[in-house]
Structure formats: C-alpha cells, structure tokens
C-alpha cells in the first residue's frame, strides 16, 4: 500500500534534513568539505569557475546512492529518537523510501515503522526546543540554600536571570555556511594589520602615557594609573591607539579630526553622571580586555577588519551613557527609558541607540566611509555585543554555548562568539589580579550604594547588595567569582579553543598568538603562504596527532588569588559582626538596667557568668550604662577597622 500524498513525507523529510545539519556531521558534510579543499587547492574556487554543492545537496545525492533490503528497513538498531544523530538518520530514511517509491511499491509495514520512528524523532525536537525557549535554567537551583547568604542569593537571581515573563527575540537564526576562503581571507591580512604601529601617533601623546600604553597588552592593565598620566582622557588615547594598531583609522578611512571629536563626546557621555563605576574608565577597561582577547588568544586571525572594527567599537561603547542604575532600578522607578524601551534590557537598548544617534552626526561620524553592506554588517554586530550585554541573558548565553560545544564539528555564528566574549571582558574584573579587582569592587558597591540611598528616597525596596548598612560585601564576590565569573572564563577559554584550534600554529611549543614573532615587510607574503598551508593542511586532515591546541589563560592564577582573598576577609567579616552584635546586645542590655536602676544585678549576673573578675566586669558595665550609645558606636567602629 503507498501513502496518498508522497509530498507530505517529502516536506517531512525536509525538515529532519535542515535540523539535523545543525547538530551532526553526516557523511554529505565530509563530501563538501573535501570537494571545497579540492577547489581551493586547485585555484578553480577562487576564480569563480566551481561551485560548491550545498549541504541538502549533497545529502540528497549520498541518498540517491542507498538501497536498502527488506531486513534494512528495521528501525531497532537506529540511534534513540532524542540525540542529534537521530535526525540525520530519520532524514535519510524517508529520502530513500521517496526514492524507493518512484521505482516500486513500498511495504505498508515498512513506510508505517519509518514514518512512526521519523515523527518521534521530530516530536523529540520540539519537545526540546519548546523546553530551551520556554524553562529558564539559572543553574542556582543547584546551589544548596546553605551555602550562599540569602542577600547574595536574591542579587544573584535578580541580575543574571530574568525576572519577569518576556517574549524573546526570534530563535537564534542558523549558522551560515562559511566557505574555506573566508578564512584563509581572515589569515591573510592579519600580519599585515598587527604590525602597524602608531608611532607617528603616538609623538603627540604625553610621554607617560606613551610608556604606559606599552603595557596595553597584559592582561591586567592597570587604567587607574594611565588616567592620572592622561589627565582622565583615557578613552582619546586607549582608543586612539587601538583602532590605528588595528589599522581601522586607515582602512575605513577615518578622519582624525572626526575620530578625536567622537572620543571626546564619547568620554563626555560616560562622565555625564559621575558614577563611580560605569564611566570612562570602565569603557577603557572593558576594551583593553577584549584587545587582550583578540591579540593574545588569535581570535583576531579569525575575524575580518571589519569584525575587529566593530568588537572594539562595541567594547568602547557598551556602557555609553551609563546612568549609574541597574535596569531593575529603571523598572521599578518607572523611569522614562524603561517606558522607550518597555522595561526590556533598559540600559543596554539605551546604550545602543544613543552610540548610533551619536555616529549620524557628520562631524562625530567615523563610519562615514563605510559601504551601505558594511554599515549594515557593522551595526547589526555592535547591536548584538551591546545587547549581550544585558546580565539577565547570562545563563542562557552561557548554556547555549555549552551546548554548541558538545556537537562534534559545530559551526559557531560570530556573533555569538563575539557577544559571549564582550560579555565575559565587561564581567572581568574578579579575574585581573588583587589591587585592580578590588578597587574595581568598592568602586562598584559604592556604584550599588548610591542606588541605595536614591531607592530608600524614593519609598523603593533596597536592590540586593545596596544597602550601605547591610551588605556581604566579602561573601558577595566569592558567589560572584564561583557561579558568575569562573564558569564564564570557563566557557569562552573552551568556545576560543574550538573555533582556533583549525586555524592554529601546527608546531610544537609556539604560542597561540597570532604574531609569533616580528617580521619584516619583505617577509609577509611567505609568512602568509605558510600559514595559509597549514590551515589547509589541518582542514584536509593532512596533519598527523596534532597537539591540542590551547590559549594562554592569566585568569586562572588571579581567580584562585582573589577568591582566596575573599575568603580570609569574610572570615574576619563574621568574627567583626559577631563582636557587633555582643557589643550591641551588651549596650542594650545596660541600657535596660540603668533605666530601671538595677546595675547590682546587672554586676551580680555579669559576675555569675565570668566565675569572678568582678571589678573589670563591674566597670564596664557601668560604662555602658553611661553611655550605651558610644560604647555600641566604638566597637563597630573597631569591628568595621578590623
């Protein structure tokens, strides 16, 4: 018996073909890579004179191949209906049963068993998919209710989950085909690009700014001390060097007299508010960080001119604007950007198109000379960093990206890498070493505090950790570097590994730098051919047992620094609160009894607890009854020095 309406199975099949290229390597893919490398090889892809099949292509033509006997037909031996294979498998069952069925009559029992096995299959997905989108995991449900204080627990959930019931953006949009050229693009002009220098530049810079700026590579860059050097422009000269080291200022064309009036509204714009965190020097930090990223790890070997662009641009104005208040602050507020942006990601909308409204300004616009593609490829990624910003996406953005490191040979959309990337620099701070983290801390709890002291004015409930009397200080950054900052270095370390690793130096013991050494101008081309013959090598499975490849990782040492910092401080925390609270128990106590004139059995009980000792005891307890409002004040006062 044949099926009615063989377009049906077909449009069925279409769908497990198109999921299951997203999350398995069938043989198909292995087809089109190696007829790519043999294009590229042969110099016919670059001349336009191939083409490449597409991946339903491929997979259609391996089908046509297949027959399949009557004992073949058995669904028993085909992989559980929940596990990515079992897409492709479903796929190519019904391609082969349309293909039988245009030369013969198909079993009733055979269509029934592989239709039946090809709807679990698709019912399983979107099960799932329906699970992803709909259960927010903040993977806090796994912390035990002990083990983190109540306080740090509820600012925990309040910044880095969603709060509320929120319609979200489109599913994420699947990863483009990108073509062995465009890599080998990436690998070629990236010598060219790290060695420019900005000497000519940098004479007009004052002289200890200059030397400090030689330090803008290491991963903890001290920015307290370049902004006493740079009278507190740090943004006109961090940035300025950045995007001329880069080549940006020469590749797009962009006029200095128009970039150092951008930086200058830009500096402006992040000192609107005076917040103690979130200004300049934030903006500065966040982009030398993601500077680190791209120069020490390789990623920029990665990426085009214009995606290294738009990073540092991303980074430089992730904050822009930045009122010193958290998007909850604004909701609860009811202020005038979160009724603009209707309470959804309030700071990072905000940031966002207050950087473009400035960037259409002729005489702000440094990418003015940007083709119409360009701008658009531009904006649409700086939007996507800033916006990745938004602390409530944290879990999410980190499980979805667990998630596409589990699939063997996963193509991993830039813009996912990117967001995650700029969103682990902007969370960093915990992971630089001891005197910069901690100064960053106070600045932000201060930050915190203000809010505060503007909620306790406005009748509004303190924000978790804004309190200036009631706040774990200590306790909070262990919870922060434990299940914010650690597992996220984690990832992004894991995510920069995998999509490097084929674009990586081949050779034993060399860095994972993407200028290994400093070479002439003469010697770019033949540098440029070797790494272009290693990269088709490792893609062509030409290299024997390849050593992992691995990023240099300075954050470990300062995270395992840091939190065992905090832990020494939030013991002598407890034992500061605990003397508090005895000298404020004990104050109180006194009070009572002076008022009622009962200081002998006062002494007396003080004397029954000590065993004797009375005349210390005895003065004491007087002290306090004199004044239990200064003796109370004094031992905080010796609890908070302590």
């Not at 009559?105 to 329906?130: C, K, P």
């Not at 992004?492 to 690793?501: P, Q, R, W």
């Not at 062509?540 to 300075?554: D, E, L, Q, R």
């Not at 065992?564 to 609270?581: G, P, Y």
Request: hydrophobic letters at 40%; a negative charge; aromatic letters at 8%.
């Amino acid at each position: 018996m044949q099926p009615s309406s063989p377009n049906s199975t077909n449009y069925a099949a279409d769908n497990l073909q198109n999921s299951s290229a997203n999350l398995s390597q069938s043989e198909s893919a292995d087809h089109t890579a190696t007829h790519s490398l043999n294009a590229l090889t042969t110099g016919s892809f670059l001349r336009g004179d191939t083409d490449i099949p597409t991946t339903s292509q491929q997979s259609y033509e391996t089908t046509s191949n297949l027959s399949f006997n009557a004992g073949q037909w058995e669904t028993e031996s085909l992989p559980p209906v929940d596990t990515p294979d079992a897409l492709n498998k479903a796929s190519l069952r019904i391609r082969s049963l349309l293909r039988r069925m245009d030369h013969e009559t198909v079993a009733y029992e055979d269509m029934q068993r592989n239709l039946h096995y090809a709807a679990r299959v698709l019912e399983a997905v979107f099960i799932d998919e329906s699970r992803r989108l709909a259960d927010e995991d903040d993977e806090l449900s796994e912390v035990q209710p002990d083990a983190v204080p109540p306080e740090v627990r509820e600012w925990l959930a309040s910044t880095f989950t969603r709060q509320m019931a929120t319609s979200r953006r489109k599913s994420d949009e699947k990863p483009k085909f990108r073509s062995v050229a465009h890599a080998i693009r990436a690998g070629i002009f990236v010598d060219r690009m790290y060695r420019r220098v900005s000497s000519s530049a940098l004479t007009a810079f004052p002289p200890d700014v200059v030397r400090m700026l030689k330090n803008l590579d290491d991963w903890t860059f001290d920015v307290f001390a370049l902004t006493e050097a740079a009278s507190g422009q740090v943004v006109k000269y961090v940035a300025y060097e950045l995007f001329n080291r880069y080549g940006s200022i020469h590749k797009f064309k962009i006029a200095p007299g128009i970039l150092e009036a951008f930086l200058y509204r830009v500096e402006e714009g992040y000192c609107r508010y005076r917040n103690p965190y979130h200004n300049n020097l934030h903006a500065v930090d966040v982009m030398q960080t993601i500077h680190y990223c791209l120069c020490n790890t390789g990623l920029m070997n990665w990426l085009t001119d214009l995606e290294i662009f738009a990073s540092l641009l991303a980074a430089l104005l992730h904050d822009y604007e930045h009122t010193g208040t958290t998007n909850n602050f604004h909701v609860m507020s009811g202020s005038e950007t979160a009724l603009l942006y209707n309470d959804r990601a309030v700071l990072e909308n905000h940031h966002a198109s207050a950087s473009f409204r400035l960037l259409r300004e002729d005489e702000y616009n440094i990418l003015s000379h940007l083709s119409r593609e360009e701008f658009r490829e531009l904006r649409s990624l700086v939007i996507e960093m800033v916006l990745g910003t938004d602390m409530t996406n944290h879990f999410q953005q980190m499980k979805a990206m667990r998630q596409l490191l589990t699939i063997q040979e996963a193509t991993i959309d830039k813009q996912k890498v990117l967001s995650l990337v700029l969103h682990c620099c902007d969370i960093s701070h915990p992971a630089k070493q001891w005197g910069v983290h901690q100064r960053w801390t106070m600045l932000l709890l201060e930050e915190f505090f203000r809010q505060g002291d503007l909620e306790k004015e406005l009748g509004l409930p303190f924000s978790p950790l804004c309190d200036r009397n009631n706040t774990l200080v200590a306790e909070s950054q262990i919870c922060f570097i434990d299940f914010i900052v650690e597992p996220s270095m984690g990832v992004m370390s894991d995510m920069l590994e995998y999509i490097l690793a084929p674009i990586a130096p081949i050779s034993k013991g060399k860095p994972a730098t993407l200028v290994e050494h400093e070479a002439s101008p003469l010697a770019t081309t033949s540098s440029t051919e070797a790494k272009t013959g290693e990269f088709l090598a490792r893609k062509s499975g030409m290299v024997n047992n390849p050593t992992k490849f691995t990023i240099h990782k300075p954050w470990l040492s300062c995270l395992v620094e840091n939190k065992k910092i905090w832990k020494e401080q939030a013991v002598k925390d407890a034992e500061a609160r605990a003397l508090a609270t005895a000298a404020e128990e004990a104050a109180a106590a006194a009070a009572a009894a002076a008022e009622e004139g009962e200081n002998k059995p006062v002494a007396a009980e003080t004397e029954a607890g000590s065993g004797g000792g009375d005349g210390e005891q005895t003065e004491s307890a007087a002290a306090v009854a004199a004044d239990p409002a200064g003796v109370a004040a004094a031992a905080g006062e010796e609890a908070a020095a302590t």
